[in-house]
Each structure stands twice: as C-alpha cells, then as structure tokens.
C-alpha cells in the first residue's frame, strides 16, 4: 500500500521558515519522481517543486523565487522542502506526491500539512 506521510507544517509569521517533511512507503521511492503541491483554500492544487530521484537539480514553481528547497533521501525514503521568506500567500495545505506535478496532478499523494503565515 502507497503511503505517503507529511510533517512540519505550523503557524509563522511573515518572513518565518518552516521545515516539511514526507515519509513514503509501498512503492519504489528511489526511483520515482516525487513533487511537492499545495492547495490554498478555495483554489486549485499548485505545484511547488518536482524532486528527481537523481541529482538533477528540483525544479520549483516561478512563485518560489529562491525561497524553498527541496531534497530527498533515498535512504531514508523520505522528501523534504524547506521554506523559507514566508509570504501570506503561501498559506496552503502541502502535499508530497508521487508524480511529476509538471505532468500530472494524479498521482499519491498524503494528507498534507498545513502552513499557515499570518502577522
């Protein structure tokens, strides 16, 4: 069964970090394409960066602007993205899923984290 499990997201103010975490299980993680998406209330999921399972460099939305990395651990079988320079429009439930968001918004994904930025 493909789990996927996110962790880490809080309340922050403007400007403020947050570190998410994603713990996958039940597929081959270390050679899929992971994404990370989010959903702000009332709009449709966004993609945020797409992690390869090589050490080609992630690719992130335009939004982004430098502010997130993401990562991954094969290992460990997990995914991570770490935000920093919040804005407000950043508030979003964030997703780990298995899929290329570029291509497809279909694929697995977990229950989510929600990130709240607020003054």
């Known amino acids: 069964e493909v789990q996927l499990v996110e962790s880490g997201g809080g309340l922050v103010q403007p400007g403020g970090a947050l570190n998410l975490s994603c713990a996958a299980s039940g597929f081959p993680f270390s050679i899929a394409m992971m994404s990370w998406v989010r959903q702000a209330p009332g709009e449709e999921l966004e993609c945020v960066s797409v992690v390869y399972p090589t050490l080609q460099s992630p690719y992130y939305g335009d939004f982004v602007k430098g502010r997130f990395t993401a990562s991954r651990d094969n290992t460990e079988k997990a995914l991570y993205l770490q935000l920093s320079s919040l804005k407000l429009e950043d508030t979003a439930m964030y997703y780990c899923?298995?899929?290329?968001?570029?291509?497809?918004?279909?694929?697995?994904r977990g229950q989510g984290t929600q990130v709240a930025v607020f003054p």
């Open positions: 899923m298995w899929s290329d968001c570029r291509q497809s918004m279909r694929g697995h």
